[in-house]
């Protein structure tokens, strides 16, 4: 069963009317247009953020700071029709899902949450409920391939596929980086490259896969949300899915040097902030 966590709305201007209440409620109201250009004027990665023509969209997002970021960059150039999250048996679905419920808000669009409960069930991989201990070191260390999920990538966006054409949408939007490529085999453009084949061929809508953010590292990343002023500390990153980020697993060591190499104030609250890990050697 698919759930709906916010109601439809073809107006994005009803959700901007009816205002954000506080972030202590996961609602904001970022700046936008000249307000926005004003403030951040450029940032490191803005030239290089892919563009494509307007159309309407369906956005992949967990409630991490890459897929928020990539919602509100598919909503200043695209129709969003929807908002896709997967709740597959990961440590940190319950964590993140309502960050994404609230974006989802934030820009008028429906959210829904497709409960993959197989994957949980069936896969082998530390980042999920049945597996291990999540490790602890640089994104980029040999620990982290136990925090890969079998083909994620490849499954979910085969889903959203069948429902943007059934949605009426042309596009599906993933947020899909060059950090995510020394570990993630199904974040590589090659990867990407050939799953947006199989959904432009295998769909009568020809549906397109944009993949915005494919050049870009997580500081890049960080850089874009400011100038578009989405509220990162409305994200969830932590693969420990505890009550705070932990600030020494992957994701949190990437997530902190994001915002060093963005040069932002990071807005996170973690558990601990030891020195932050070298960059294996490759």
Same mark, same amino acid.
């Not at 980086?177 to 061929?201: K, Q, S, T, V």
């Given at each position: 069963m698919i759930m709906n966590f916010c109601p439809p709305t073809d107006r994005r201007e009803d959700a901007e009317e009816n205002g954000c209440p506080g972030a202590h409620q996961g609602r904001f109201s970022p700046p936008r247009g000249r307000e926005a250009e004003a403030k951040f004027p450029f940032v490191p990665g803005r030239l290089f953020v892919a563009k494509s023509p307007a159309m309407k969209v369906v956005v992949l997002c967990s409630g991490g700071m890459d897929s928020v970021t990539a919602l509100h960059w598919a909503r200043r150039g695209h129709d969003v029709r929807a908002v896709l999250s997967f709740d597959y048996g990961a440590k940190h679905n319950a964590r993140e899902i309502p960050f994404a419920a609230a974006h989802a808000r934030a820009v008028g669009a429906p959210h829904l949450v497709v409960p993959l409960a197989f994957i949980g069930e069936h896969f082998q991989s530390d980042l999920l409920k049945s597996g291990g201990d999540i490790p602890e070191g640089h994104y980029a260390d040999e620990n982290m391939r136990r925090t890969v999920v079998p083909f994620r990538n490849g499954i979910m966006l085969a889903v959203a596929g069948g429902y943007a054409e059934s949605a009426g949408a042309e596009g599906l939007v993933i947020a899909a &980086? *060059? *950090?995510? &490529? %020394?570990?993630?085999?199904?974040? $590589?453009? +090659?990867?990407? $490259? %050939?799953?947006? +084949? %199989?959904? $432009?061929?295998g769909t009568y809508a020809g549906v397109q896969l944009l993949r915005p953010f494919i050049a870009l590292n997580k500081g890049q990343i960080a850089a874009e949300a400011a100038r578009l002023g989405v509220d990162l500390g409305q994200t969830w990153s932590c693969y420990k899915g505890g009550a705070v980020h932990c600030g020494q697993c992957g994701t949190c060591v990437e997530r902190r040097e994001a915002f060093q190499q963005a040069g932002l104030a990071d807005p996170t609250v973690y558990a601990s902030t030891p020195p932050l890990p070298a960059r294996p050697a490759r």
């Open positions: &980086h *060059g *950090g995510d &490529h %020394a570990i993630y085999p199904d974040c $590589r453009e +090659d990867f990407m $490259r %050939a799953m947006g +084949d %199989a959904l $432009r061929l």
